[in-house]
T-cell receptor, first 110, second 113 residues
């Protein structure tokens, strides 16, 4: 039931920006875009979320297109510790169902 | 702030046996979730509690799985009897309220022989 499409895998050089795309072409007006990541053998970790505007926190930036049909998670200076599976999720603001899909496996290369 | 605590970290049982997992959410978090994550897949929601009441258990296989959250704090998830296809990581998460970001524990890895 995942409402998002992500590339299965990506590589990024250490110290460079990692740009992870997500397509959510059927997103509704009241649905938020959430990003989580899961490092091996750990539970998913919340990164960031947004509705319409671009968002930034200490971990990452979230860029949402004007039509809201896609978004990009940006890790500005990737480190080896950022190697993980990244999940893009859409969720209604009145509900709490999270459909994780299979995510993007990001490998940061030294 | 202490995170979501889960135990045990690993469990190995034979099929048809019973097993229980325990979760202690972040203090003050009203909403608690149990997820099942099969190898190579994303987590799948099994059941969601708001305080000690069930909000959504539509994905819970109720013939063998049960969960409770007595007093609206700790929660246990039980499988009885276990099947081979129940081999997975069982994740617990909590959020301050419905609609808030969820915070996950590191899960219990269950292997069925």
């Amino acid at each position: 039931d995942a409402k998002t499409t992500q590339p299965p895998s990506m590589d990024c050089a250490e110290g460079r920006a990692a740009n992870l795309p997500c397509n959510h072409s059927t997103i509704s007006g009241n649905e938020y875009v959430y990003w989580y990541r899961q490092i091996h053998s750990q539970g998913p970790q919340y990164i960031i979320h947004g509705l319409k505007n671009n968002e930034t926190n200490e971990m990452a930036s979230l860029i949402i297109t004007e039509d809201r049909k896609s978004s990009t998670l940006i890790l500005p200076h990737a480190t080896l510790r950022d190697t993980a599976v990244y999940y893009c999720i859409v969720r209604p603001n009145t509900g709490n169902q999270f459909y994780f899909g299979t995510g993007t496996s990001l490998t940061v290369i030294p | 702030e202490a995170g979501v605590a889960q135990s045990p970290r690993y469990k190995i049982i034979e099929k048809r046996q019973s097993v229980a997992f325990w979760c202690n959410p972040i203090s003050g978090h009203a909403t608690l979730y149990w997820y099942q994550q099969i190898l190579g897949q994303g987590p799948k929601l099994l059941i969601q509690f708001q305080n000690n009441g069930v909000v959504d258990d539509s994905q819970l296989p109720k013939d063998r799985f049960s969960a409770e959250r007595l007093k609206g704090v700790d929660s246990t998830l039980k499988i009885q009897p276990a099947k081979l296809e129940d081999s997975a990581v069982y994740l617990c998460a909590s959020s301050l309220e419905l609609g808030q970001p969820q915070h996950f524990g590191d899960g219990t890895r269950l292997s069925i022989l």
